[in-house]
């Protein structure tokens, strides 16, 4: 019995080592299972939070392509809470609200004050925000920004008023002298402020021989000197519309329809002002300048007055040019074709032809 007693407490001791064994395949295959679902549950979520990442993204470009600036900005600003160092969300929130300060149209002043506060705090707050990661020519570039949105807070919202747009303008062109947006936009400040006009003019040409960012360049130059009745802006206006002729460059139309009832027509424009418009450029490029203007344009004018004001312009160029005889006898064939009409063209080819006859 004893014998039985002692082989079954050895079997039992054979056999424990054996169970224990098992015991332990058993738990590490659990815990083998638990981590596969583990990571199998983090896969998943991961992949979900990452694919909800790609549609905010994609959702926050296609705000900002179709010029929704503050939504866009606004989606990019809720990624950045999960992730505030999330580098495609902050370049693009940046890069978004770079193109809002530039395309940036004010909403109507209410009772409270303007509308636009808000928008351009949000523009404020991400523009101070870069200036702390970006460097070189790209600070430049932001600070930049940052004046041009102080002076829309002056000027349409009206609740700044101080030299922190002017300041922050050049503040950039310390930091990159060549600063094509600094250039532009000091440039276009300058004239709206009633600055020095010949230094105004300086910095555009210095912003257009970048080459960087042109259309920009061009509607800051062009939306400046629109209807600046100041000697010299006429000039300055041909000799960009000159220039962008030459280059290929595109124009709006309703900037050629101003250039056009600004510099060249004879209703609108006094003898001395034409001179000054006629006299920016050589007689041959004024005159193909003042065609390309002229194209497409639909002054509600019929062909007979149109033609009129081009021989009329043609007349001032050989006058300016000292072609005196050839130019009062293009000025006394117009007088005869308008012998029975009125008007400021008759009256200044009147005038004309008695300058002209006392020489």
């Known amino acids: 019995m004893d014998k039985q007693v002692k082989q079954s407490e050895q079997g039992a001791k054979s056999a424990w080592p054996d169970v224990m064994s098992w015991v332990g395949r058993a738990t590490a295959l659990i815990?083998?299972?638990?981590?596969?679902?583990?990571?199998?549950?983090?896969?998943?979520?991961?992949?979900?939070?990452?694919?909800?990442?790609?549609?905010?993204?994609?959702l926050a470009q296609t705000q900002a392509s179709h010029g929704e600036y503050q939504a866009s900005v606004q989606t990019y600003a809720d990624i950045l809470k999960a992730n505030s160092l999330y580098v495609p969300a902050l370049d693009?929130?940046?890069?978004?609200?770079?193109?809002?300060?530039?395309?940036?149209?004010?909403?109507?002043?209410?009772?409270?004050?303007?509308?636009?506060?808000p928008a351009l705090d949000q523009i404020m707050a991400v523009l101070d925000a870069a200036m702390t990661r970006v460097h070189g020519t790209e600070a430049a570039d932001?600070?930049?920004?940052?004046?041009?949105?102080?002076?829309?807070?002056?000027?349409?919202?009206q609740r700044?008023?101080?030299?922190?747009?002017?300041?922050?303008?050049?503040?950039?062109?310390l930091l990159d002298p060549?600063?094509?947006?600094?250039?532009?936009?000091?440039?276009?400040?300058?004239?709206?402020?009633?600055r020095d006009l010949t230094?105004?003019?300086?910095?555009?040409?210095?912003?257009?021989?970048?080459?960087?960012?042109?259309?920009?360049?061009?509607?800051?130059?062009?939306?400046?000197?629109q209807y600046l009745d100041k000697p010299g802006a006429r000039a300055a206006q041909i000799k960009a519309a000159n220039d962008m002729r030459k280059a290929g460059e595109p124009i709006d139309e309703s900037y050629k329809s101003r250039i056009l009832s600004f510099c060249f027509d004879p209703i609108v424009t006094d003898h001395r002002e034409l001179v000054e418009s006629l006299s920016a450029v050589s007689q041959d490029e004024t005159l193909k300048t003042y065609l390309w203007l002229s194209e497409n344009q639909d002054s509600g004018q019929d062909e007979g007055a149109k033609a009129a004001n081009r021989d009329f312009i043609e007349a001032n160029l050989l006058e300016i040019a000292g072609k005196r005889q050839e130019s009062l006898a293009?000025?006394?064939?117009?007088?005869?074709?308008?012998?029975?009409?009125?008007g400021r063209l008759k009256t200044s080819i009147d005038e004309s032809i008695a300058r002209l006859s006392h020489i």
Not at 38 to 58: D, I, N, P, S
Not at 185 to 192: A, E, I, T, Y
Request: hydrophobic content about 45%; aromatic content about 10%; glycine content about 10%.
């Open 160 to 173: 700044e008023f101080g030299p922190a747009a002017e300041k922050n303008l050049r503040a950039a062109l």
């Open 178 to 194: 060549s600063n094509v947006y600094a250039h532009a936009m000091l440039g276009n400040w300058m004239l709206q402020n009633g």
């Open 31 to 58: 815990g083998l299972f638990a981590t596969l679902a583990g990571g199998v549950t983090w896969f998943v979520a991961h992949h979900r939070q990452q694919k909800e990442l790609r549609a905010k993204m994609e």
């Open 142 to 157: 932001i600070q930049a920004h940052i004046g041009w949105a102080h002076w829309l807070n002056q000027h349409i919202a």
């Open 92 to 117: 693009g929130q940046l890069n978004t609200t770079v193109q809002w300060v530039e395309d940036f149209h004010g909403a109507p002043r209410d009772d409270q004050g303007s509308a636009s506060a």
């Open 199 to 225: 230094e105004a003019v300086r910095h555009f040409d210095v912003a257009v021989s970048t080459g960087k960012v042109r259309p920009f360049v061009r509607i800051f130059q062009l939306g400046g000197l």
């Open 330 to 342: 293009k000025y006394r064939l117009l007088q005869h074709e308008l012998a029975n009409q009125g």
